[in-house]
């Protein structure tokens, strides 16, 4: 330091460090904190607020559905699926080689208990809900969901087998409870 | 000449088409200002600054905010307790509309001092006076959007004002609601002109600031900048001692948000409000108090009625700013060669407290009588003090430049002499 000065105080329109530039690094620095921290509120407040994330979990009696029977339920927004596959479906699921499939997945890691498939209802695509979950609407040639939007057909594990989706429908994480209570989220 | 960099000839090819760069260069860096202004005329740049800082928080407020009287109240508290950061943003906000004030008083009463609205500056002081209304207008709209009892009554009080003009008084008020009283309609429209207001309060600040750079500052002197010796760049020396200024202004801020955020506000406006109750004592926002007390002063006068009056004295009160540098027929700008408007100057000063402080309280006994002695004197200095004094007052002589009190001989053979520090070892 005393070099530094001793430069500075014989001429100080001389190239180099002087003290004048570490105050204006230091302020400089401190003001791209200050800066940094005045701005970080702002941009944090839009992210979900506190009562927003305290409804992110919900919970579902399945004792009323049927062997063969959905329901759709409303979690974080978004439509879930709901499932009471029927032996056929299951063993369907089961029997794809896992290799032909463009998200290759096994239906054994996509589902907790056989019976019961819980997938996010929003095609992997751009966001529409596929169709599939009442009687009477079409379920595509995998008998799983078929898109209207652009034609994504899913299988009866949830998996994309044909058309633009480039992923399964996502399995949210779930739990089952006593009684036949379900609880996602 | 070596090639210029990437940077260079960007911005030049930028500035060839678009002289934005020349702009700044102009009137933010070289733009010659005045050597001796002292921390008085810091409070411009502070103002402008904390319009940017509500204007932000505002925009990031209405994410969140439901203008409506079912929800205004719930959701102004879910911005307190569940949004990320509400708390903070919320009360930069609130507090906020207060620091505005406190800094644009400071700047008024600067500009009172220093005579800055006398020739050639009088539409940069009326520009103000425009942007003080906009200011006034826009925080009470403000004030009224939690929708708590404070709210709901400031707005009945404010808006049945209007209902004083003779003759079509009832359907303004009428028009003014949307409806026979203060309700959902009004809370809506409030919401909407509180977002629009400080975008034209931003233009008149355009407006203000452009006429400011056509003269130049005004300083602690008042006589006008004789020559390059008189001025210094604004870039770094001022810039630098605004940002000093800023800092300690943000630490004084800073100190209401996080250790007494609701001083400056009432605790009814945290009772959602209720049409079918006023509170015992209602009072508006510090920075109405003085025309508040104005309000509540005057009696009926022959035949026009106490109502109308005070209105019409209210509005006059600011409206009155307008013509100030006409009614000021002084020569000398600066109170410092002013002797008796100097004193006049505090004693104003002291005059609009005490009708603060009136206004806070309720009136009754001798707050009536002191009310109404401040309202006349606070008329009385502009109406005759002002035209008065400044035929009759003999100023002390004015320097003949800038430089002359500061630097013995004007500056100018002054001026080798002040580079000799820098061989001090």
Known sequence: MASTHEQTAASPHDEGETRRDFLMLAAGAFGAFAAGAAVWPLVSQMNPAADTLAASTTEVDLSPIQEGQSITIAWRGKPVFIRHRTKAEIEQAQAVNVKDLPDPQTDAARVKRAQWLIVVGVCTHLGCVPQGQKAGEVRGQFGGWFCPCHGSAYDTSGRIRLGPAPKNLEVPAYEFLENSILRIG | ?425
């Open chain 2, 1 to 425: 000449m070596a090639s210029p960099g990437v940077v260079q000839r960007v911005s030049d090819w930028i500035d060839h088409r678009l002289p934005i760069i020349t702009f700044m260069q102009h009137e933010l860096h070289e733009y010659p200002t005045p050597k001796n202004l002292n921390y008085w005329w810091n409070f411009g740049s502070l103002a402008g600054i904390i319009l940017v800082i509500m204007i932000v928080t505002g925009i990031v407020l209405a994410m969140h905010y439901t203008p409506h009287t079912n929800y205004a109240f719930d959701s102004v508290e879910r911005i307190m307790r569940d949004v990320n950061y509400g708390w903070l943003i919320r009360y930069v906000h609130m507090n906020g509309a207060s620091m505005f004030f406190i800094v644009v008083y400071i700047h008024i009463f600067r500009g009172l001092y220093y005579g800055s609205y006398k020739s050639p500056r009088e539409l940069l002081w009326m520009l103000g006076v425009v942007i003080l209304l906009l200011m006034m207008a826009t925080a009470f709209m403000g004030y009224v959007l939690p929708w708590g009892q404070m709210s709901f009554w400031g707005a009945t009080v404010i808006t049945s004002l209007f209902s004083a003009i003779p003759l079509v008084g009832d359907q303004i008020t009428t028009w003014l609601w949307g409806g026979f009283s203060v309700d959902n309609p009004t809370l809506n429209r409030f919401f909407s002109l509180h977002y629009l207001m400080p975008f034209v309060i931003v233009g008149v600040v355009v407006l203000h600031v452009v006429a400011l750079h056509t003269h130049g500052s005004n300083n602690p002197v008042g006589i006008d900048t004789k020559g390059p010796q008189d001025s210094i760049p604004f870039h770094p020396y001022y810039t630098v001692k605004d940002f000093f200024g800023l800092g300690v202004f943000l630490i004084f801020s800073a100190g209401f948000v996080f250790f007494a955020p609701n001083f400056f506000g009432e605790p009814d406006n945290y009772i959602p409000a209720n049409p079918l109750q006023t509170p015992p004592h209602i009072v508006p926002e510090w920075y109405f108090l003085p025309f508040y007390a104005i309000l509540r002063a005057v009696p009926d006068i022959w035949f026009i009625d106490a109502k109308l009056a005070g209105v019409v004295a209210m509005f006059g009160s600011i409206a009155i700013l307008f013509i100030l540098p006409w009614l000021d027929t002084s020569k000398v700008r600066s109170a410092r060669y002013r002797p008796i408007y100097k004193q006049l100057f505090w004693i104003f000063l002291a005059d609009c407290i005490v009708l603060g402080w009136v206004g806070a309280n309720p009136p009754e006994g001798y707050f009536v009588v002191i009310g109404r002695i401040a309202t006349a004197y606070y008329f009385l200095h502009f109406l005759v003090l002002l035209p008065l004094v400044g035929k009759l007052e003999r100023p002390r002589p004015v320097p003949t430049s800038i430089s002359e009190p500061v630097l013995k001989g004007g500056g100018v053979r002054a001026q080798p002499a002040a580079a000799k520090p820098m061989e001090k070892a």
